[in-house]
């Protein structure tokens, strides 16, 4: 198994530009996530989905956009980029219940210039 | 609303055990304790999670105080692959899911 794969490891981006980070998993897991991690602070949760389809935010989802159209994959798209969402993102899945573990992607690192 | 808190940073000695606190003073009676931990910018990676009963795997061991207000991350000889932020997190698998919600954790600095 892959596990959680991202796309791109890296990626600069103009002030309005928009772009998709990719993200899928191989593991059959129900949950989803999307985290972002500024330099020196915690990961916050952007949006989240427990299943095909069904999609909800998180703390702080303003700027970003998800689709959950199949079980293996959850792209997050970011309109209009901003400074502000210079970051590295990162995105997660799981299968819920007791033994929840959650598996994490390597990351995206975005800049917005 | 932070459910959790912990010290902002530890260190340890190399061999020894690292014990990291956590207070969750507000933990209610679904929901459990989980512990991650991120090295170095990567993505972060799961170690042990507890209900009311203490938990060994073998990564760790975690000591959940029989008021479960607290708990104890136990790294019994850690070494300088160990140095990593931990987070301890509480979640209610039954009315939350799966939703992990991360605070600040603790840095943990191995020392040789």
Known sequence: ?113 | DAKTTQPTSMDCAEGRAANLPCNHSTISGNEYVYWYRQIHSQGPQYIIHGLKNNETNEMASLIITEDRKSSTLILPHATLRDTAVYYCIVLDLYNQGGKLIFGQGTELSVKP
């Open chain 1, 1 to 113: 198994n892959a596990g959680v794969t991202q796309t791109p490891k890296f990626r600069i981006l103009k002030i309005g530009q928009s772009m998709t980070l990719q993200c899928t998993q191989d593991m059959n897991h129900n949950y989803m996530y999307w985290y972002r991690q500024d330099p020196g602070m915690g990961l916050k949760l952007i949006y989240y989905s427990v299943g095909a389809g069904i999609t909800d935010k998180g703390e702080v989802p303003n700027g970003y956009n998800v689709s959950r159209s199949t079980t293996e994959d959850f792209p997050l798209r970011l309109e209009l980029a901003a400074p502000s969402q210079t970051s590295v993102y990162f995105c997660a899945s799981s299968r819920v219940g007791v033994n929840t573990e959650a598996f994490f992607g390597q990351g995206t690192r975005l800049t917005v210039v």
